[in-house]
Nanobody, 126 residues
Framework: QVQLVESGGGSVQAGGSLRLSCAASGDTGSYNCMAWFRQAPGKEREGVAQIPLGGDTTYVTDSVKGRFTISHDNAKTRVYLQMNGLQPEDTAVYYC???????????????????WGQGTQVTVSS
């Protein structure tokens, strides 16, 4: 079993920054890629960023490119999402997830995301 716990959410004004953290525990050797998703009220969940563990290439969706950065610690048990230049449209619940497969050339996870955290709320006011 893998447990993922997000933290770092909160309320900020437009233009502000937040750093989300996701701590993994349990069978942390069972997956090779981690990601951040978000879901805004009334909208479908969308992928925000992905990072194959130990790789150099990451993926971020176009809407946050240049503003958000995904990274992980050396132990590969904590993944971060640095969010700069936040806008009201970034308001959502942010979820951390882990997948078995990884593409180190594209920076994307491969296969299903089998493990999910409970989410952390990010609210950006104008």
């Amino acid at each position: 079993q893998v447990q993922l716990v997000e933290s770092g959410g909160g309320s900020v004004q437009a233009g502000g920054s937040l750093r989300l953290s996701c701590a993994a525990s349990g069978d942390t050797g069972s997956y090779n890629c981690m990601a951040w998703f978000r879901q805004a009220p009334g909208k479908e969940r969308e992928g925000v960023a992905q990072i194959p563990l130990g790789g150099d290439t990451t993926y971020v969706t176009d809407s946050v490119k240049g503003r958000f950065t995904i990274s992980h610690d050396n132990a590969k048990t904590r993944v971060y999402l640095q969010m700069n230049g936040l806008q009201p449209e970034d308001t959502a619940v942010y979820y951390c997830a882990a997948a078995d497969g990884a593409s180190y050339s594209t920076g994307r996870c491969v296969g299903n995301f089998r493990h999910w955290g409970q989410g952390t709320q990010v609210t950006v006011s104008s």
